[in-house]
């Protein structure tokens, strides 16, 4: 089982934010994931950027792998950027 963990300050930001809460990755269908490495900055440890699906919309989560699970970073719905994004081969 997946075990999802979090910022609690990062998270009550990103609701007020995107309005998503991140337990709502509990429902992504991962099996539609696309992901691909975060190279838009350079952060202290590798993040990934996944385009997944939740009730048929899209939706880009950033996370970054730990011995303890997976740790959410942002969880937003994708906008039209990170769509034209995924199109680009």
């Known amino acids: 089982m997946l075990v999802y963990e979090w910022d609690e300050t990062k998270r009550a930001a ?4 995107h309005g998503i809460d991140f337990e709502q990755a509990r ?4 099996e539609t994931a696309r992901h691909v490495p975060d190279l838009r900055r ?4 590798g993040r990934i950027l996944a385009y997944v ?3 048929e919309c899209l939706h880009v989560i950033v996370f970054t792998i ?3 699970g997976l740790r ?4 937003r719905k994708a906008n ?5 994004e ?3 081969p």
């Open 86 to 88: 995924l199109d680009r």
């Open 80 to 84: 039209n950027c990170y769509v034209e």
């Open 53 to 55: 699906l939740a009730e």
């Open 14 to 17: 990103n609701l007020a934010t």
């Open 66 to 68: 730990r011995k303890t």
């Open 42 to 45: 350079d952060h202290l440890e």
């Open 27 to 30: 429902a992504l269908e991962w």
């Open 72 to 75: 959410i970073i942002s969880l």
